[in-house]
């Protein structure tokens, strides 16, 4: 009986039936238990560290041998990038502080003295890490527009960018919040760690295409990174000009805090 399913009776050839896609019968014994409790509670089951070995080796190869098919030993992407937000944010708001370090350079820089810009900007900085996840569909229609003759439809480039986002967040949790947490004391210089992000997301995204579109021209990679950059200048200007506005309309005061 071991080789029908119980589930619908028919006969199992491998290690799933083809009818129903039950596993087949196993006893349940120590190494299932602990199989299933990794499964669970962790919902790793080996595929989260295979993806992030890959991604740490060449997050462009494994997002496109992803795409074409090979699926099988990876996680789900939009999950993966999901967990390790989830990860990132734990580590930055209980173990480096982030809240606290951006608290403490607004109070003692004597910047802003805005709530609506302490929040502000405290939210961003604890959750940047969500706020990029949530953006993902917006960057897939903005990498959609600057690759879109190079042959991939704008679904692919939401599994895209959500592996961009997983090789974000895996540089901010094994170099930039050691970096952060070791100076901590110094609210600065903790803030320009967190902001050097910025200049060095241009290598990570040509990194990744390269290793996406490995038949494609360095030169000509560089020069469509370079136009999303413009794209992405011009929108965050515009972001900054609508919450200094905001910020003034609402704390009229603070305009009288520069000296």
């Known amino acids: 009986m071991e080789n029908n399913c119980l589930n619908c009776g028919q006969i199992i050839t491998g290690n799933y039936c083809s009818n129903c896609g039950q596993k087949k019968y196993r006893r349940i014994d120590r190494k299932y238990i602990i199989e299933e409790a990794q499964y669970s509670l962790l919902h790793t089951n080996k595929g989260f560290l295979y993806s992030v070995k890959n991604i740490l080796k060449n ?3 494994t997002a496109r041998e992803f795409i074409d098919g090979n699926r099988v030993n990876h996680y789900k992407p939009i999950l993966l990038a999901f967990v390790l937000s989830g990860i990132s944010a734990f580590i930055a708001i209980k173990i480096v502080g982030l809240y606290k ?3 403490e350079m607004t109070i003692n820089g004597n910047k802003v003295n805005s709530p609506f810009m302490h929040e502000y900007s405290s939210f ?4 940047n890490s969500f706020l990029a996840l ?3 569909p917006f960057f897939a229609l903005l990498t959609k527009l600057v690759f879109y003759k190079w042959g991939h439809n704008y679904y692919e480039h939401v599994v895209m960018n959500a592996f961009i986002q997983s090789c974000y967040t895996i540089f901010y949790i094994i170099v930039l919040y050691p970096l952060i947490y070791l100076v901590k004391d110094d609210p ?3 803030m320009t760690f967190t902001m050097s992000v ?4 241009p290598f990570i995204l040509i990194w990744f295409y390269k290793g996406f579109y490995q038949d494609r021209k ?3 990679i560089i020069s469509r990174v370079a136009l999303m950059f413009l794209i992405l200048g011009v929108l965050y200007i515009g972001l900054i000009i609508a919450v200094v506005i905001i910020n003034l309309a609402l704390n009229p005061e603070a305009i009288q805090q520069v000296p």
């Open 59 to 61: 997050p462009g190869k």
């Open 101 to 103: 370090i951006m608290e």
């Open 124 to 127: 961003i900085t604890s959750y």
């Open 134 to 136: 949530l953006m993902i």
């Open 188 to 190: 600065s210089l903790a």
């Open 198 to 201: 910025f200049l060095i997301m």
């Open 218 to 220: 360095l030169s000509s």
